[in-house]
């Protein structure tokens, strides 16, 4: 773990029963906690069976109490969340969530919730089973009248607060859990936190035997990601496929693979591309703004990168040229999509600038708005990078937009200060990765119109999606078109209809070309001890499978 907020990584591989999973080729979704699950009235109502028997690590029960408890007394209650999960929204309204019997669960939608499969097995989900009523209640005003004392003789302000420490999976080793290890210490306790087995683990093996098959798991916490890498090379790491799996690092690694006794296993990313180049669009300058809205400087921009010289330089000789658009292995692949725009044309570039209204130069060179101001922004890129080769990268293209006469900055900013500054809509130019380009495209359509506050490019349009145009900037007709298809889509349970809306969506982001797009990886790895067993190969690598949970991580065992 790179420090105590790094606890993704064990989300990834402790930390992941949720009622659903995704499949091992994220193919499908398919049961896990939930024996079986129901869903009825074209996507209104959503049954789950639970495991008759099944127990939390101290022994008690799990039954429908602890889900209806984590909905209705936790995620529902304004005093714990004053926003509910929007994901559980639908038609403005929260689902009614009903013990049906101590091992059914159903939750009824007032309208059609075609997506809450997906998003009960992704991270979304975990909270459902990680909440046991049974002892968290004791911390809850509704249940403890002395909650208020009982915090105040704890050192915390409120109940409120007591009860948020209390249920923190990974900071409160008292916490109960239905996961294959159970943490016995917290985050801030010091550098190592261990996981010790769950004896009443709910899963077996097809021989008969309790899983899993690994006793003890540890995560030790550094400081950087070069620790890791160091670990690693000396063998004193199972397996990882974070922080460290890099395109620069691969020769290290590889070169150390008999000192440090493991190998490379094949991931296959979801991401669509290693660099994101998004134009703010909504931009609060309006000469900006202007330049920036127009389409063919977007796509005399793109013209203007010379994506095998980026390759061969910044990626270590590996990668194809690629726009935001969804990879090979996507149902929604086209490859006119992929590759529009990517030939390498300096000459094509300035006769497209030249035709969209921007002949005028300066004195060094440089070419002129329409109010006479010279073309020039900073390209904002958060520090620490999520990719070590984006500066680098960022600074060839700099140079290459030059030769067109387009003045780029580069902006190196700490993490924290991009995300307030992107979020203010205050920025020029956003570097990011291309997330959404597999299965997940469906709910992670960040780069195909504005959906969130991770579209870049237009983050005030995302803004009115989804608070239903109380808040940000309308947009203009085609992004309005992709979010009405976007809630037609996410109002069915039809498979083959959800498939057929996207692709309208795609069609339009198509022709609108949000964002630029760099290089396409085709595939990634991690590394594996010798003596580290049943890790399958390739695995899907994304946040939203949380690689490698679906490839049963307590079926992985130590020879």
């Known amino acids: 773990m790179v420090g105590p907020s790094d606890t993704a990584v064990m989300h990834r591989t402790i930390g992941y029963d949720q009622l659903v999973h995704f499949s091992p080729d994220w193919a499908q979704v398919i049961p896990n906690v939930a024996r079986s699950f129901e869903v009825e009235d074209d996507g209104r109502v959503y049954t789950f069976q639970l495991r008759r028997g099944m127990k939390w690590s101290d022994g008690e029960p799990f039954t429908a ?12 209650n304004s005093d714990i969340f004053p926003e509910a999960p929007s994901w559980l929204v639908t038609e403005g309204k929260l689902p009614e969530v009903e013990k049906v019997d101590d091992h059914t ?4 939608f ?15 989900g975990t909270d459902l089973t990680s909440m046991p009523k049974h002892y968290l209640q004791q911390f809850h005003i509704k249940y403890n009248p002395d909650a208020e004392q009982l915090a105040k003789e704890q050192g915390y302000d409120s109940w409120i607060d007591l009860f948020g420490a209390k249920r923190l999976v990974f900071d409160s080793p008292e916490l109960p859990t239905v996961w294959g290890w159970k943490p016995t210490s917290s985050l801030s306790d010091g550098q190592r936190i261990v996981a010790e087995r769950n004896p009443y683990y709910w899963k077996v093996d097809p021989e008969g035997r309790q899983l899993p098959y690994i006793d003890q798991v540890a995560y030790d916490m550094v400081n950087d990601n070069q620790v890791i890498l160091l670990k690693i090379s000396n063998g004193e790491i199972n397996m990882h496929a974070r922080h460290i799996n890099t395109l620069h690092n691969k020769p290290t690694l590889a070169r150390n693979r008999e000192r440090g006794g493991y190998d490379f296993f094949k ?19 309006e000469g900006l703004r202007e330049v920036f809205q127009n389409k063919n400087f977007r796509i005399a921009m793109s013209h203007a990168i010379n994506r095998e010289e980026l390759i061969t330089v910044a990626f270590q000789r590996q990668g194809l040229p690629w726009q935001a658009a969804p990879r090979s292995e996507s149902e929604f692949y086209d490859d006119e999509f992929a590759s529009q725009y990517t030939e390498y044309d300096v000459a094509k570039a300035n006769d497209i600038l030249d035709r969209a209204g921007y002949a005028e130069r300066d004195s060094k060179g440089f070419r002129l708005r329409p109010d006479g101001k010279r073309i020039r922004f900073s390209v904002e890129i958060p520090t620490p990078t999520l ?9 060839l293209i700099r140079e290459q937009w030059k030769e067109v006469g387009v003045d780029a900055q580069i902006k190196a900013e700490d993490r924290t200060l991009f995300y307030e500054r992107k979020e203010a809509n205050k920025h ?28 870049n490019y237009a983050i005030p349009w995302a803004f009115w999606f989804f608070t239903d145009g109380a808040e940000g900037q309308e947009p203009p007709a085609p992004a309005k078109r992709q979010m009405e298809l976007y809630r037609e889509l996410t109002l069915t349970a039809d498979r083959g209809a959800q498939s057929e809306l996207f692709r309208q969506i795609l069609a339009i982001a198509k022709e609108e070309f949000y964002v630029i797009g760099t290089v396409l990886q ?15 190969e390739p695995i899907p690598e994304a946040y939203l499978y949380l690689t490698p949970a679906p490839a049963r ?7």
């Open 553 to 559: 991580p307590e079926q992985f065992f130590i020879e």
């Open 387 to 395: 990719k070590d080769f984006w500066v680098s990268a960022m600074e």
């Open 65 to 76: 109490d602890d889900i209806v408890f984590c909905c209705e007394d936790i995620w529902f």
């Open 267 to 285: 991931l296959v990313p979801a991401i669509m591309n290693e660099m994101i180049i998004a134009f703010n669009l909504t931009h609060e300058d």
């Open 428 to 455: 020029d130019v956003a570097i990011w990765q291309g997330d959404g380009g597999a299965q997940d495209a469906v709910i992670e359509p960040r780069w195909y119109f504005p959906f969130s506050t991770e579209s």
């Open 110 to 124: 007032g309208a059609p919730h075609g997506l809450f499969l997906e998003r009960i097995a992704s991270p979304n």
């Open 522 to 536: 085709e595939e990634n790895y991690g590394i594996v001890a010798d003596n580290f067993h049943n890790v399958p």
């Open 105 to 108: 669960v159903r939750f009824v």
